[in-house]
């Protein structure tokens, strides 16, 4: 292989070239643009209810806030940052305010006066105690019956 020959000579279909390496020239942002200044990741609540404070992204090249509303981090790529105003888990979420019951929805088709629920439960409760009593009962029963009979004797 002859790389060291003149820049511009063809050898067959290619072209020889001698000058450096410009793969890195395209990913270099232009002079006029400034350097995009590090971003602020909001404090969330996120999926488990536990409330992540805010947090600064100027670790390096990690700059971007990125990830999803219930779980942020920081990331180095403009194209995968989050927009934090379309999430909504700022505010403490309804179902971890448990300082009161929630608001009771009174059900117009619920009658508690003819539930019989409790009643179902009474009479199985009732019947399995009389199947004991009974249980108990006929074992005394046979348990005297097989007795030897003693012989009163004056």
């Given amino acids: 292989c002859r790389a060291q020959e003149k820049a511009g000579q063809q ?3 290619f072209v020889v070239l001698s000058s450096g390496n410009h793969s890195g020239l ?3 942002p232009e002079p006029s643009e400034p350097p995009p200044t590090p971003d602020f ?3 969330y609540f996120d999926v ?5 404070p805010p947090f600064n992204c100027s670790s390096g090249e990690f700059i971007f806030c990125c990830g999803t509303c219930g779980f942020r981090f920081c990331c180095k ?9 379309t999430c909504t888990n700022y505010e403490t ?17 619920h009658d508690p006066t003819r539930d019989k629920t409790n009643l ?21 029963g046979l348990e005297k019956a ?9």
């Fill in 11 to 13: 050898r067959g279909s």
């Fill in 26 to 28: 395209a990913e270099q």
């Fill in 41 to 43: 990741c909001r404090g």
């Fill in 48 to 52: 488990m209810g536990q409330w992540d």
């Fill in 77 to 85: 790529f403009k194209k995968t940052r989050l927009d934090q105003s």
């Fill in 93 to 109: 979420p309804l179902w971890m305010n448990t300082g009161k019951p929630p608001s009771r929805i009174d059900d117009p088709l």
């Fill in 120 to 140: 179902i439960v009474y009479i199985i409760c009732g019947v399995v105690a009389v199947m004991v009593l009974v249980g108990i009962f006929t074992k005394l």
């Fill in 146 to 154: 097989h007795r030897p009979q003693r012989e009163h004797m004056s």
